[in-house]
T-cell receptor, first 114, second 117 residues
Framework: NAGVTQTPKFQVLKTGQSMTLQCAQDMNHEYMSWYRQDPGMGLRLIHYSVGAGITDQGEVPNGYNVSRSTTEDFPLRLLSAAPSQTSVYFCATKKYRDKLYEQYFGPGTRLTVT | AQKVTQAQTEISVVEKEDVTLDCVYE???????LFWYKQPPSGELVFLIR??????QNEISGRYSWNFQKSTSSFNFTITASQVVDSAVYFCALSEENLPINNDMRFGAGTRLTVKP
């Protein structure tokens, strides 16, 4: 299993540009989510999905869109990038098993908006 | 609302010293999960441990140990005989759910540990 993969690893955008951060998983996990990591703030939830066709907002959703057309993929779209979106983005999946759940993180995408 | 506090922003120790990273949490739920993650300079998040609220047994894994105390809402992490490779940012996290209906995993701000040779 590849686990959770994210592309690209690094990206530089200019203010106003749009782009999509890709996240894919091969573990058949229903639950997927996107976090952003900023210095001194830990990880904050942007959007999440409990299954194909279902998405919802997290703590910091403004400026981002998501969709979940398949179980495997959960792309994050920046419609008009802003310098405040400079961050490291992590995709995560979650599996519920034996009354416990496990969370898996992708390797992250480092985004710089100039 | 749930909250995770890691009061230590940065810690610096010399190799072979023991070091404890503090984590204090707030939650109204009786069932919750606590986590520790390590983020080395390479940037990935490495899962270290998950602890359930109904299991207060402390855990030891090699040089790592975790002290879970519900009475003080703390889940502290101790590294014994620290090594340079332990240098990383460590995150404590809390989740109240036991079903993946919604996501409320809350992270602390992280503690940057530097182990000097």
């Amino acid at each position: 299993n590849a686990g959770v993969t994210q592309t690209p690893k690094f990206q530089v955008l200019k203010t106003g540009q749009s782009m999509t951060l890709q996240c894919a998983q091969d573990m058949n996990h229903e639950y997927m989510s996107w976090y952003r990591q900023d210095p001194g703030m830990g990880l904050r939830l942007i959007h999440y999905s409990v299954g194909a066709g279902i998405t919802d907002q997290g703590e910091v959703p403004n400026g981002y869109n998501v969709s979940r057309s398949t179980t495997e993929d959960f792309p994050l779209r920046l419609l008009s990038a802003a310098p405040s979106q400079t961050s490291v983005y992590f995709c995560a999946t979650k599996k519920y098993r034996d009354k416990l759940y496990e969370q898996y993180f992708g390797p992250g995408t480092r985004l710089t908006v100039t | 609302a749930q909250k995770v506090t890691q009061a230590q922003t940065e810690i610096s120790v010399v190799e072979k010293e023991d070091v404890t990273l503090d984590c204090v949490y707030e939650t109204r739920d009786t069932t919750y999960y606590l986590f520790w993650y390590k983020q080395p300079p390479s940037g990935e998040l490495v899962f270290l441990i998950r602890r359930n609220s109904f299991d207060e047994q402390n855990e030891i894994s090699g040089r790592y140990s975790w002290n879970f105390q519900k009475s003080t809402s703390s889940f502290n992490f101790t590294i014994t005989a620290s090594q340079v490779v332990d240098s990383a940012v460590y995150f404590c996290a809390l989740s109240e759910e036991n079903l993946p209906i919604n996501n409320d995993m809350r992270f602390g701000a992280g503690t940057r540990l530097t182990v000097k040779p």
